[in-house]
Nanobody, 124 residues
Framework: QVQLVESGGGLVQAGGSLRLSCTAS????????MGWFRQAPGKEREFVAA????????MYADSVTGRFTVSRDNAKNTMYLQMNSLKPEDTAVYYC?????????????????WGQGTQVTVSS
């Protein structure tokens, strides 16, 4: 069993930055992959970024490549999402997710554990 808790969301103007955090507890993440997803009202939950816990390999959605950076602190069991050059279309609830495997995957169906989400709102 893994518990995930997101934090760091808020209101920011277009062009600004936010850093989201996701802290995991309950199990070791030595062989886990963690990811960020987001869901805007009326839309499907979509992939944002993922990171392999051991090794730190990353993958990004095309829409955020060059603007967002995913990282992790192994000692703190925490994953981060640094979001720069934010756009109004980035507005969504951002969810932290994890899966028991080392593969970097984009589909939400492959992730086993989910946080409750944190709201990110980008104003024009």
């Amino acid at each position: 069993q893994v518990q995930l808790v997101e934090s760091g969301g808020g209101l920011v103007q277009a062009g600004g930055s936010l850093r989201l955090s996701c802290t995991a507890s309950g199990r070791t993440f030595s062989s886990y992959t963690m990811g960020w997803f987001r869901q805007a009202p009326g839309k499907e939950r979509e992939f944002v970024a993922a990171i392999r816990w051991s090794g730190g390999s990353t993958m990004y959605a095309d829409s955020v490549t060059g603007r967002f950076t995913v990282s992790r602190d192994n000692a703190k069991n925490t994953m981060y999402l640094q979001m720069n050059s934010l756009k109004p279309e980035d507005t969504a609830v951002y969810y932290c997710a994890a899966r028991a495997g080392s593969s970097l995957v984009m589909s939400r169906v492959w992730y086993d554990y989910w946080g409750q989400g944190t709201q990110v709102t980008v104003s024009s």
